[in-house]
């Protein structure tokens, strides 16, 4: 102690006093920030699994129960199903479910993006699931649509037709046509086979196989070769309409020249 009173004097004593006082207000600034930074990465999240639980209670509680863990008879558990499930349910606009019939019908969505993503937060909090995709997973520009037409063709086209267009099932269901569905949501109903649909997961079609068959569904969304798509009912209808339109101009305009010449 006698030591360090003896340099107090010293011309560079004030220097170092103020480097040390520089140098403990920036480890204490830095300390403090980076324990609030992490608390706000978490808070977040928590955030949203409360905000999510809330709007759980409002809209969908009355069918899968309060805690999610399902109503017999009624709705399945929740736990464990994963963000993408909901996602995927309540960005499709199927849940929650109005009508009861043989399939969840998909209409439009009735809650924004940040409110999916908080009833997300809220079903993954309750147990791991599949997670929602990344942007690079899902994007059709980094996928290649030729194997993605094969994967197709072997897993989805029974149901699904060969190029997506659709197909009725047994007991009143329907496999919907893909053309317009978003590629993140394509990835979902994959990883979580919504209703009649089978699971796909990594094992039976990789990612990378994955966002090749949304590569070729996006290939056949981008026109009909074929010309107009007519509601997508096919060469028959077109031809249909094809006879319906020229045969009608053709029988008009007769009925035109008689009613001149007479
Ligand atoms: C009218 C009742 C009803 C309401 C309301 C409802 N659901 Fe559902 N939900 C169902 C039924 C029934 C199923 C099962 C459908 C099936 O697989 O045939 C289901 C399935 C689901 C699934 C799929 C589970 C799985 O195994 O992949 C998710 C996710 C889901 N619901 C989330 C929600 C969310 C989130 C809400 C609120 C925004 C909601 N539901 C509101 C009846 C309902
Ligand atoms: C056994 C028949 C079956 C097979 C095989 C099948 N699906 Fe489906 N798929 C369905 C049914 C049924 C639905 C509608 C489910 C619903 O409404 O909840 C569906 C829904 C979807 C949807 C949601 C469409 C939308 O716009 O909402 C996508 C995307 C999809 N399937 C993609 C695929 C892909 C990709 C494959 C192959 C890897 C595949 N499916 C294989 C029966 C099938």
Not at 5 to 11: G, N, P
Not at 103 to 124: G, M, N, P
Not at 216 to 224: N, R, V
């Amino acid at each position: 102690m006698n030591a360090l009173a003896r340099h107090r004097y010293h011309r560079a004593a004030p220097v170092v006093l103020v480097l040390l006082l520089l140098a403990l207000i920036t480890g204490v600034a830095a300390a403090v920030s980076t324990a609030s930074s992490a608390d706000a990465a978490t808070a977040t999240t928590a955030e949203d699994a409360a905000e999510g639980q809330k709007l759980f209670a409002a809209n969908c509680a009355s069918c899968h129960g309060l805690d999610a863990t399902g109503t017999d008879g009624v709705a399945p558990s929740l736990v464990g199903v994963g963000a993408a499930a909901v996602d995927f349910q309540v960005g499709t606009g199927r849940m929650p479910m109005q009508s009861s019939g043989p399939q969840a019908i998909a209409k439009r969505t009735q809650f924004s993006e940040e409110e999916i993503s908080q009833l997300a937060a809220y079903v993954a909090s309750l147990g791991a699931g599949p997670a929602i995709p990344t942007a690079e997973q899902v994007d059709p520009e980094l996928g290649d649509a030729a194997k993605g037409m094969e994967l197709f063709r072997t897993n989805c086209a029974m149901c699904h037709g060969s190029v997506g267009g659709g197909g009725a099932l047994t007991q009143g269901k329907y496999a919907p046509n893909l053309w317009e569905t978003t590629p993140t949501h394509i990835y979902e109903a994959m990883l979580t086979g919504p209703q009649s649909m089978p699971v796909f997961n990594d094992a039976n079609i990789t990612p990378e196989g994955k966002r090749d068959i949304i590569a070729y569904l996006k290939a056949q969304d981008e026109g009909s070769p074929g010309g107009l798509r007519l509601g997508t009912i096919g060469p028959v209808a077109e031809g249909m309409w094809g006879w319906l339109v020229a045969l009608g101009l053709i029988i008009a305009s007769t009925v035109w020249i008689g009613a001149r010449s007479s």
